[in-house]
């Protein structure tokens, strides 16, 4: 394992490029990292006058970003992966070294498809696993495809809600009709049935269950335990050309996000979540997940969910280079990815723990001195540097070891593989063995 | 034969402004719209040639998703950047246009069309700023105007003096003088509120 911070300290101050800089934010709730830098102060903290710019879509981020409109955005985690690699209409190296938090996903469904999936198995509700499974019953039994929404081919959305389905033998391309919509819409499509479910992030969940539209099923945190989400993306030229303004960014999105994950300031981020400028949703909504109530509006007995939202705790802000590396994997899956690629080096290209230790060091926050781990190995939390670490099951009981990825992808059993996996596996082993 | 063209744009004064430079040029405008509400159903109905999309329409993500779902339709889909050399991505986006067109269009063909686009986009930004300034300077003048008559009732200036105060006020700050007439009428609501 490669050691990232030599763990000396550094005196020098940061000298940012440029201080006048553009973010750009999506109206969810884990834009919190970057909305409490700026409305707490921690931007100015650092000498910098940044201004959010809420965008419309994740493909109006990653243009704006590309051509320097924005400086830099809050970014689905496999975007900065997908662009970098040319998959989708722009290939751009971009770069992450700071993840904007874990879980906080959901799949909700119609209220008719819940009643349905009861009657196929009245303990449907109780687990990720017998809710698939009855999913699975429900669509034998249909003349029609169910339509799913997720938001974005290259999101961790589409990689979860297609994960859980296969997971029951349910092909996501075959079985049921996957397609793309907004966040916002999401609710209202529900509604209108021209969808059965989704998987989106909050409040879209709790918008659902509130109004009583949709009943939340599985959250993304019993799909997979503390998985990654949302990251904070540059250019590798952008970075380049402002290192500096870059590590003050980094370093006052670590003190916004020790801010936003401490629990008695949860209510506070919601209101400022909830304003127009942000999430632009009620606050009782908004409120919901951060303060770790989606439990009562999945109606199921199950353990709380204070969990739902990590910002900080967990190392949660480090950008793992096996996160990348799962991402990766899940291209391959799923056929975004056809051409053999050196899956540590990408990962080791877009995801920078380095850029991230040196901004630690700076906020005085710990850092983890490695850059990959396995996930779904730890069932309760544990301890890694005197960090203590979150737990990182996936609901399947399936093992993620970034050093055998290639064998991880060969072992999916629903898949789309368009790869050659004897180039894939040259190619890796090469790597492995430098 | 002349392409295909939809518009998904949410400003409905630059849709109607576009689509008829669209038809000048000889184009045939399938669709045009403000808000979508099924996207793919609509775009398998009307067979678009070329989608050209307002920067800013939530329903990019959905367009972007078309190649991996093509039995929805049976002619993929890609932007605009992918075939095109010679109109920048850059341009575009700056000018707040984007496009998905059929995969294997001509590079030519998709320029022409992208041309018209960003052209009639930027005409209407121009506009658009134009009017802005048009209000704002009508604004800053009844600003003007308030905080004057404050510094005359005030302090006893005329209405020269008073105008002279806050263009010195304005200079010495390095801010418009409907900034500095804005902060004459705050500080005066505040007083007037203390006491």
Known sequence: MERVSNGRGTDAPIKPEKTEVTLGIMALTDCAVLAVAKEKGFFAQQGLDVRLSKEASWASVRDKVAVGELDGAQMLAPMPIAATLGIGPLKVPMITAFSLGLNGNAITITESLARRMSEADPNAMDSPISAASALKQVIAGLERKLVFAHVYPYSGHNYELRYWLAAAGIDPDEDVRLVVIPPAQMVNHLKEGTIDGYCVGEPWNGQAISSDIGRTLVTSYELWNNKPEKVFGVTQAWHDKYPGTHQAILVAMLKAAEWADRMDNRWELAEILCGKDYVDAPLGVVSASLLGNLRALCRRPAEPLFDFNVFFRYAASYPWRSHAAWFISQMYRWGQLDEAVDIVRAARDVYRPDLYCRAAEFAGVHCPHIDTKTEGSHETNWVLDGIEMGRDLFFDGSLFDPTKVVDYIRGFEVNRLCVDLNDLTRINKASDAQ | ?195
């Open chain 2, 1 to 195: 034969m002349a392409l295909r063209v939809m518009l998904i744009d949410q400003n409905r004064g630059r849709v109607a402004i576009l689509e008829q430079a669209l038809l000048d040029n000889g184009y045939e405008v399938v669709a045009r719209s403000s808000v979508e509400e099924d996207l793919l159903q609509r775009i398998a109905q009307v067979a678009p040639d070329v989608i050209i999309v307002d920067m800013e329409s939530p329903d990019r993500d959905t367009l972007e998703s078309m190649r991996s779902i093509s039995r929805d339709q049976p002619r993929p889909i890609v932007m605009f950047a992918e075939k095109s050399d010679r109109i920048s991505i850059g341009e575009a986006v700056k000018a707040g246009v984007s496009a998905y067109v059929v995969d294997g269009m001509s590079p030519g063909r998709l320029n022409a069309i992208m041309e018209v686009a960003i052209a009639r986009f930027r005409e209407f930004q121009a506009l658009r700023n134009e009017l802005e300034e048009t209000k704002s300077r009508l604004e800053d003048r009844k600003l003007i105007d308030k905080a004057k008559g404050i510094l005359m009732k005030q302090k006893g200036m005329s209405e020269d003096e008073a105008y002279k105060v806050l263009r010195k006020m304005a200079m010495d700050r390095n801010i418009k003088i409907g900034e500095a007439a804005r902060n004459v009428i705050i500080v005066a609501d505040l007083l007037v509120g203390g006491s």
